[in-house]
């Protein structure tokens, strides 16, 4: 499978790595935070014998270069219109993890003519309730934060910026450099639940029981705010339900993509 | 459709045993996307049967601890006597004080059971006896796809293309070894094929250049099982497969399996990276490091890279043999190509592994379809067995009989 890469005039001008093979209906894979086409492979793969497969990298995701500003989610689903539009597709299906389902609820919010019917994952957009421990994290981020703000760019800030970092912030944010830090922000505080109702897309919801990113409890908010929607609940999967239970994963997916 | 609850019978003392237990776990996957419930019935090498909703985890078949003491797994047997009709507690199963048994009540039987006792007949007449629905072959058919033998002849009969061969058994070779050597030579220059009749994943089967190595052959051979064939071995050959479903019956696309050396060893069929050859010979050795997709994993090309006219000669030969030796339900039938693009009837695997689905896939029709299409057509067949009167009412040896 050979890669290609695409130059899109979006808020920023990137250039994208994406993957497209096999033939009929169009079906477009959005990877979650901090992965890329590699980690949703299992899908295109299965995808591809009959379905138009296509991925991407998402820009600041897996080869594609980070945009040098930090975007929000409007501007990753204005940059996947911008991608539909040069690969000449004009209605898609989609299948998306984590993140990408952000993308996905925007996108299908937002463009209803361009989106068929989505299959989300651990998908996120529904803001956590935060457990008494992590709102005790939080406050410590927040406050770490202030003081290295205080101490400037000296090297106490820079043993904060390493180690403290880690202790208190999540993987994504320690994981996470340079604007792509101030876009994770803006994902993460983003709301999505009021864009929900106006999802005209068939939509699966297929969800780990175990799943600790985005838990169940959102993927029944989801269930219960998307209109033409139905959960699928995988007993024992976590928010890798997909790969982890792949087997079962694509029988739905390919359940739910192939009816009329 | 909803509502019934499938038996997934797998494992079995069988050297495909680790290809049957992931073959069974795609099938209860697909009965569960298909709106089924299931049982998962396990069958140990030593040939002791479990039951419960746990032996649905693969990873439990991936530790070495006992499968007979994961809660909710109990010791089961079917019983032959038809008044049960379904799978009872073993009398020595294990009862703990606050365990609860699991559900056992099935109202279709699916083995997923590859080669010896399995897919050989054996377990298809356990199932007559105990009168319950199943999928699949029956009796006769099972036992006659299974043996390369008998499935041959019948082909032959039906006007299928196979392959010429000799066959002898182990006591006969004992007695006579030279003799059927020359029996051999007259049938065909070397090199030959030698396969143990009845089993299947390659194993013991083995390609002799000359009459020193058809003797080691056959010595080896004849370990594995008790009758061994002798065919030509065909130069430059390929392998083309068709899946065939039925009553009524239907064909898929075919596949072409991608192989490296001459002959799919069970190496090769099983283990991608493995060494092939003489290791092939060792099931002990394969079995720790069979790929976890099975035969749905193997490299192949799918539809196989054939005129359309050679692909429909193809799916009319494996219609022909699936239905001359009354096959039912799923089943692969193998064939040779060789260089003049002839086609030769070699085998057909009456329990296929990950039961061909993915060929039935890129034919259209889904893994969730195609299980449904199983338990249907096994619960329409018990129906059909049922208005079958087997015994008459009358007692001849009774007092009025005449």
Known sequence: MTDSWI????????????RRAGSGQPVLILHGWGASIEAVRIIFDDLTTAFDAIALDLPGHGQSPAPPDPWTVSDYRDLIVLFMDKLGVDKTSIVAHSFGGRVAIKLAAAFPQRVGKMVL???????????????????LAKLGKKVKGMLGEGALAKWMETRCVYY????????????????LVNVVGEDLSPLMPQVQSKTLLIWGSEDKDTPLSS?????????????????????????????????????????? | MPNLTVAVVFGGRSVEHEVSILTAHQVLDALDVAGYKTLPVYITKEGAWYAGKPLGELSHF?????????????????????????????????KGLFSRAPELWADVFLPCVHGTFGEDGTLQGLFE??????????????ALSMDKIRSKAVCRAAGLPVLDCRWTTRAAWAKDSA?????????????VIVKPASLGSSIGVRRCEDARQLREGMETALVFDERVLVEPALVNFREVNCAVLGPPTQTSVCEMPSYSGDMLSFDSKYRPGGKGGAKGLAPKGAKSAIASAGMASLNRTIPAPISPELTAEAQKLAATAFEALGAEG????????????????????????????????ASGMRFDQLVTRLVDSALARHEIRRRTQFSMEANLLGAGAR
């Not at chain 1, 899109?8 to 990137?14: M, Q, S």
């Not at chain 2, 003799?179 to 090199?191: A, C």
């Not at chain 2, 003049?340 to 329990?351: C, M």
Request: proline share 6%; glycine share 8%; aromatic share 8%.
């Open chain 1, 7 to 18: 130059s899109l005039p979006a808020r920023n001008d990137v250039r994208v790595r994406y």
């Open chain 1, 121 to 139: 994952t651990g998908a996120a957009g529904v803001p956590p309730r935060r457990t008494t421990g992590q709102k005790a994290r939080l406050a």
């Open chain 1, 168 to 183: 208190v912030a999540s993987a994504d944010y320690a994981r996470a450099s340079g604007a792509m830090r101030a876009t």
């Open chain 1, 219 to 260: 993927g029944r908010v989801m269930a219960s705010l998307i209109p033409a929607s139905e959960l699928i609940v995988l007993e024992g999967g976590g928010h890798f339900a997909y790969a982890e239970q792949f087997s079962k994963f694509r029988l739905h997916m390919r359940k739910f993509l192939e009816a009329t």
């Open chain 2, 62 to 94: 991936q530790s070495k601890s006992g499968i007979g003491d994961l809660p909710g797994v109990s010791r089961v047997h079917l019983s032959p006597d038809r008044s049960a009709r379904q799978l009872v507690s073993h009398p020595h199963a294990k």
């Open chain 2, 129 to 142: 006896m105990a009168d319950v629905p199943y999928s699949g072959c029956g009796v006769l058919a099972a």
């Open chain 2, 179 to 191: 003799s059927f050597i020359s029996e051999v030579e007259k049938m065909s220059p070397y090199p």
């Open chain 2, 330 to 361: 799923v089943a692969r039938v193998d064939f040779l190509l060789d260089e003049n693009n002839k086609l030769f009837f070699n085998e057909i695997n009456t329990v296929p592994g990950s039961l061909a689905y993915y060929l039935w896939e």
